[in-house]
């Protein structure tokens, strides 16, 4: 189906696009028994279907699928449903319409210390509660932070959550490369520090670009 003709995915409205990568794309969509609008990331069949890569991104799928209705936390983005039929392979998400922190990673668009000093705080708190409930995010960066305001955040994208007790703890080449943990560069086991050293990085990043300026 070409992504034009799209104008449902299961029972959901489709209202647009959010944003697409390589391997997936987000679509804006109305969820008509609840009465509220909510982000559709549609897997790619290509993806799921590729010789390579296919059976990597059905296990990050499933993952993912398997943390609907668990990480209930005010700065963890909520996951309401996962479907996969022969049709489509799609996560039903809380819409956040504020766009991600990336955007405040610009010189000249930069949040005050304090607002970054508040925004670290509860993507830290969301981490914790993650942790507790044996999943580790793997990665954490500006572009899976979403906002609802300058300082009201919203971590997302568990995709590549590593679940505690099973062979995911170890790396499989999965992550964002500029916020790893040496533990992921290194493929050795990991723990919450390695999401505590990305989320360091990414106040560095916010802090660091003024003086850069």
Same mark, same amino acid.
């Given at each position: 189906?070409?992504?034009?003709?799209?104008?449902?995915?299961?029972?959901?409205?489709?209202?647009?696009?959010?944003?697409?990568?390589? @391997?997936?794309?987000?679509?804006?969509?109305?969820?008509?028994?609840?009465?509220?609008?909510?982000?559709?990331?549609?897997?790619?069949? @290509?993806?799921?279907?590729?010789?390579?890569?296919?059976?990597?991104?059905?296990?990050?799928?499933?993952?993912? $699928?398997?943390?609907?209705?668990?990480?209930?936390?005010?700065?963890?983005?909520?996951?309401?449903?996962?479907?996969?039929?022969?049709?489509?392979?799609?996560?039903?998400?809380?819409?956040?319409?504020?766009? @991600?922190?990336?955007?405040?990673?610009?010189?000249?668009?930069?949040?005050?210390?304090?607002? #970054?000093?508040? #925004?670290?705080?509860?993507?830290?708190?969301?981490?914790?509660?993650?942790?507790?409930?044996?999943?580790?995010?793997?990665?954490?960066?500006? $572009?899976?932070?979403?906002?609802?305001?300058?300082?009201?955040?919203?971590?997302?994208?568990?995709?590549? $959550?590593?679940?505690?007790? @099973?062979?995911?703890?170890?790396?499989?080449?999965?992550?964002?490369?500029?916020?790893?943990?040496?533990?992921?560069?290194?493929?050795?086991?990991?723990?919450?520090?390695?999401?505590?050293?990305?989320?360091?990085?990414?106040?560095?990043?916010?802090?660091?670009?003024?003086?850069?300026?």
């Amino acid at each position: 189906m070409s992504e034009s003709a799209i104008h449902r995915i299961g029972k959901y409205e489709i209202l647009g696009k959010l944003g697409d990568g390589a @391997t997936s794309v987000v679509y804006l969509a109305k969820d008509e028994f609840n009465d509220r609008q909510v982000a559709i990331k549609l897997v790619s069949q @290509t993806a799921l279907k590729d010789q390579n890569r296919g059976q990597l991104m059905h296990r990050l799928f499933l993952t993912e $699928a398997s943390l609907a209705g668990k990480l209930n936390h005010p700065h963890i983005v909520e996951i309401y449903d996962a479907v996969a039929d022969e049709e489509n392979a799609y996560i039903v998400m809380e819409y956040v319409s504020g766009g @991600t922190l990336q955007r405040f990673t610009r010189p000249d668009n930069l949040l005050a210390i304090g607002d #970054v000093i508040e #925004v670290v705080y509860k993507c830290a708190r969301a981490l914790d509660f993650a942790t507790q409930i044996g999943v580790i995010h793997r990665d954490i960066k500006p $572009a899976n932070i979403l906002v609802k305001d300058n300082t009201d955040i919203k971590v997302t994208d568990f995709g590549s $959550a590593a679940i505690a007790m @099973t062979e995911r703890t170890m790396v499989d080449g999965i992550g964002t490369p500029a916020y790893m943990s040496p533990e992921q560069h290194l493929n050795l086991p990991l723990n919450l520090q390695t999401d505590i050293y990305a989320l360091g990085v990414v106040m560095f990043q916010l802090l660091f670009m003024r003086w850069a300026w």
